[in-house]
């Protein structure tokens, strides 16, 4: 820990000597030479660099924290008889033997397929078992940043309709006997429903029928790997044609809360402006995600005072800021250009992933057995919407 915090305070003292630098450098007309454009631009990736290693250091602390947790509980009480609550379902240990069992073995006896009819998927296969389901979606969370801010829910259906408030009523001032004025809320509905999102994993013979493999351990991690992925890109930008309809998409998606006067670039005061767009109750827990590209942009800007927009962060745990508020960086967000939403501010618990319950798992023993392999057809139902727009805010580039 004393190592990050070292680096955090190099992190920061290289910052202020960068921005020091640019400050010095701008010759009358704002700009910076050639030679020191690239000294400053060597200076800002060594900020970058530290904070890449930060990262790692706190990932590394994290596992070691968790390897060094103690694999059992002292039993501290006198041993007493008592009946235990019987799991049913996919979450009783016969069915997540059976399940298993079937994954490795070619032809499971009838004792496993007895076991395995109560998880029977309507689309062939088996639905996965409820402790390795909760496995899984810890694993998508890990991958998947929007996961994290966004609001979860379970599906048993296809369908859920979310009432949204459309119109607020108002109160009035009334003299005195005088009759109350009628002023109702009005309600829309958004429908969230379940979209199909599925891959197909190859797991050779040898590995699977060696005992040690931990094939649960294999499947959760390249799961959660490629639907993680998917799934992001979805979040941000999909379309709502077959997939979630991501923030970013003209019709269901966030607000356009500025729109820049230059295509290609942004200024300190649009992103104040995109701030203050944003109204008061959505921005105590808003974030701002962008792109690493528009990171670097975004740390040349000052506000009037001039003070840097961007915030480095000096204690473990806590994120870089931008205008007090916490940054979170994403591939699937544009970058700058003409035209794009390179920056999106708001409370992002106002996206709601719909999870439908039951990840399914459909073993193919004979399609590659030439290869001596076996392949694993992996699905899942998800769906997500903005249920109120006005909670995030995007900034849009002029088109040119």
Known sequence: MNKILELREKRAKAWDMAKQFLDAKRGENGLLSAEDTATYEKMEADVVNLGKEIERLERQATI????????????????????????????????????????????????????????????????????????????????????????????????????????????????EEGAFPESDDSFGQISIGAYKLGTMIKVSEELLNDSVFDIEGYISTEFARRIGTKEEEAFFTGDGKGKPTGILDNTGGANVGVTTAGATTMTADELIDLFYSLRAPYRKKAVWLVNDTTIKAIRKLKDNQGQYLWQPSLTAGTPDMILGRPVKTSSYMPTIAAGAKSVAFGDFGYYWIADRQGRSFKKLSELYAATGQVGFLASQRVDGKLVLAEAVQVLKHKAS
């Open 64 to 175: 070691d924290a968790e390897l060094a947790r103690a694999t059992s509980t002292p039993i501290m009480t006198k041993p007493e008889a008592r009946g235990g609550i019987d799991k049913i379902g996919r979450a009783s240990e016969e069915y997540k033997t059976s399940f298993w069992n079937a994954m490795r073995v070619k032809s499971p006896l009838p004792a496993v397929y007895d076991a395995l009819q109560i998880g029977t998927d309507s689309e062939g296969g088996f639905l996965v078992p409820d402790e390795f389901e909760k496995t899984l979606v810890q694993a998508l969370e890990e991958e998947n940043i929007f996961r994290q801010l966004a609001k979860i829910i379970q599906t048993s259906s296809g369908d859920r309709k979310i009432p949204v408030v459309a119109t607020k009523g108002n109160a009035s001032w009334i003299d």
